[in-house]
């Protein structure tokens, strides 16, 4: 049984629908996949009813900060509905929508013919439109042949048009997943620039460590194993898909986790039957 818990979809920055994600991820032979968009759950709630071909993990990467570094959290096995992550989901989209508004004056100010809606154009979901639309949107505008180049030459971390988006606590990321009946997972923290950080969100109340991750080596895993063992933590692994070529793996089942690996985290998920 192979599992992967962290993918993104059209509803925050991936390029696969909810349905095509999920087919996509049975075709590969998985038995799980876990919907983790940015700030969002309307990819889950886009699933609806629908009969998956394969079990369906509802969940979230919120992004928190710390003095030092960015943390990214994740929730898995949130109810999607529940009226404190719905209103904390509503909070962080206004501040997107500033965030887009103020990026786009500035481009505006850099000489690009640019507009609100030309960027919303570029998203499947306006509420989790983030970065990666705006560069859709500049590339559609050709003035960069690719979002990676636009990123580079503009929307990097200090970059002239970047502008930092307003973040949860780490506390108040993992209070609101478990109010929501979910999971708390440190994200990838091999990608957390500061060590303190990442021990100030393991001092947060989180239940585990998302210990694979394609950005982590053999040397990582082994001691972020060993340390949720030692911390007695529930040990999390996901590809962090978005089927963006160049951005980890861009095939869904490419970079996959034996359920043997996570097995105390699959049965408080229930998905261990």
Known sequence: MLVDLHTHTTFSDG????????????????????ITDHDAVDGCL?????AAEIEVVCGIEFSADDEASEIHILGLGIGPRNVQLAETVRVLRRRRFLRIEMIVDKLIHLGYDLSV???????HSPHAVGRPHVAQALVQKNYFGSVREAFRALLHHKGPAYVPHAKLTVRQAVDTIHAAGGVAIVAHPGLIAAPASFAAALAAGVDGIEVFHPQHGAVQVRQYSALAAEKRLLVSGGSDFHAI?????????TFAIPASSVRPLLDRLGLLK
Do not use: E, I, K
């Open 15 to 34: 390029r696969l629908t909810p349905v095509g994600l999920v087919s996509a991820a049975a075709r590969s032979g998985l038995s799980a996949v876990a």
């Open 245 to 253: 070529p160049g951005r980890y793996p861009v095939n869904p089942g």
């Open 46 to 50: 886009a699933l609806g009813a629908c």
């Open 117 to 123: 809606d030309d960027v919303f154009q570029c998203a």
